[in-house]
């Protein structure tokens, strides 16, 4: 019987619009032009002489689209990491990654890309739970028991009104909502986020607090009672009030040259980031590997979820916002939304071979975003994860950031340049794509 749905970055000239959702999405460089090794040594490519011009080469002849010349590359802090993939006879995968100026040391602030980690946890965490009876449809219900904390005990976006992690997945792979992860977050705990991926080798992560709500760091280190209900009412498990006792190595992550403060004083320092979230781009990069193609990574570091599990992440993290009839989104949330790798702001009409898997955010200037891109008709693929700081006046919460005449123009056309990279590039053996084609007509 099928489950019981959810239950209680474009040219100068062009004009873009903020990708930040309302009340719901977050609104020194070493260059490296050696390979990444995504795979034991047996399975990687390597070509020394093009892993040395590759960026030289792709940055200068593009430099028309990109909108800058590459000496400005380091200034506005540019981070690419792109992986080949080739195939072999038998449709087997190996990988060249390529990475420009990543370093796990240099912070950045990333938005709302920690949610992809948060997603696959919860997914992970249900794996735990299996003897429990739960699944990512059972009605979830966050409590209260500290304060800055809120309950959850219905959701009008699902057909019966109750909620569910499977529901709070798709709010945050469609339209990257902030009150979904908060959701996640309190159901997995601050302790379990960190050591889970600390476990994993993503050892310079840090998620510590909830998203678009201000509360203290003692505040997000508690998280909310969470009970879980079968379809009939049935009280299938209680977990209590988390507080997460872990000390965490002391940071020393700054930003710009000035901010605007609660109060909306301006202070001439750098802003203090020491206590917000941190993913660095590597890793950000590795763990959308690690759900698209779990074989491109240790089996340390993949998230232990069920492959009908990995499929659904897959599925709505590719999928459009007029797709989902639950949640329903109105046009405000076009098609390209989020998808800044390849369509940065544009509102065109998608192109319909195109599917692109990713996970981007925007805050504080800083524009993300690690996408997976296919072409099921020019057969087509690759990794793509890139990063740019658009806070070219270096203060910060001003609400003055060069999203639309920098970032999304840059993310847009280095997603089209790597694709053209692509569509140049001779492969011994085309990729079978079938493996990522999903029904999104199916209402699950």
């Known amino acids: 019987m099928r489950k019981i749905h959810c239950v209680i970055a474009i040219f100068m000239g062009l004009l873009g619009v903020n990708c930040s959702t309302p009340r719901h999405a977050e609104t020194a460089p070493v260059t490296s032009q050696k390979p990444i090794n995504t ?122 009104g109750r909620p569910c992690i499977a529901q709070y997945i798709k709010r945050i792979l469609l339209v990257s909502d902030n009150d979904a992860f908060n959701r996640l977050y309190e159901f997995l705990g601050q302790e379990y986020i960190n050591k889970e991926l600390h476990k994993k080798g993503y050892a310079s992560a840090q998620i510590l607090h909830r998203l678009d709500v201000y509360l203290t760091a003692d505040e997000n280190r508690h998280t909310n009672p969470i009970r879980f209900y079968d379809t009939s009412g049935n009280l299938l498990y209680e977990q209590p009030l988390q507080f997460n006792r872990s000390k965490y190595v002391k940071r020393n992550d700054i930003q710009g040259d000035a901010f605007y403060d609660s109060k909306h004083v301006l202070q001439q320092r750098p802003m203090d980031f020491s206590g917000k979230n941190r993913l660095d781009l590597e890793s950000l990069n590795k763990i959308l590997m690690s759900v698209v193609m779990p074989q491109s990574v240790q089996s340390n570091q993949r998230f232990n979820i069920s492959e009908e599990d990995r499929k659904f992440v897959l599925k709505y993290m590719s999928a459009y916002p007029a797709e989902s009839v ?49 072409d099921f008709d020019k057969k087509i693929e690759f990794f793509l994860s890139a990063t740019i700081n658009c806070n070219t006046d270096g203060i910060l919460n001003d609400d003055k950031y060069d999203y639309n005449s920098l970032g999304f123009p840059f993310m847009k056309n280095l997603g089209r340049a790597i694709y053209k990279e692509e569509q140049n590039r001779r492969k011994k053996y085309l990729p079978n794509l079938d493996a990522f084609h999903f029904n999104y007509a199916d209402g699950d």
């Open 326 to 374: 639950y949640p329903s989104y109105d046009k405000s949330y076009y098609d390209t939304w989020v998808k800044f790798l390849y369509y940065g702001s544009d509102k065109t009409p998608v192109e319909k071979s195109v599917r692109i898997f990713n996970k981007a955010g925007n805050a504080y200037g800083q524009l993300i975003d690690a996408a997976y891109i296919v």
């Open 39 to 160: 795979m034991p040594a047996d399975k990687i490519e390597t070509n020394n002489n093009v892993n040395e011009t590759f960026f030289n080469r792709l940055f200068s002849g593009n430099e028309s689209t990109l909108g800058f010349v590459q000496s400005k590359m380091k200034a506005y802090n540019i981070q690419v990491i792109y992986t080949q993939i080739n195939r072999d006879a038998l449709n087997n995968p190996s990988f060249i990654t390529y990475s420009y100026n990543t370093n796990p040391a240099a912070y950045y602030y990333p938005a709302s890309t920690v949610k992809l980690p948060i997603v696959l946890l919860a997914l992970q965490k249900l794996q735990e739970l299996k003897l429990k009876n739960i699944d990512k449809y059972s009605s979830m219900i966050n409590d209260v028991g500290y304060t800055g904390q809120t309950a959850t005990y219905n959701d009008p976006n699902t057909p019966d």
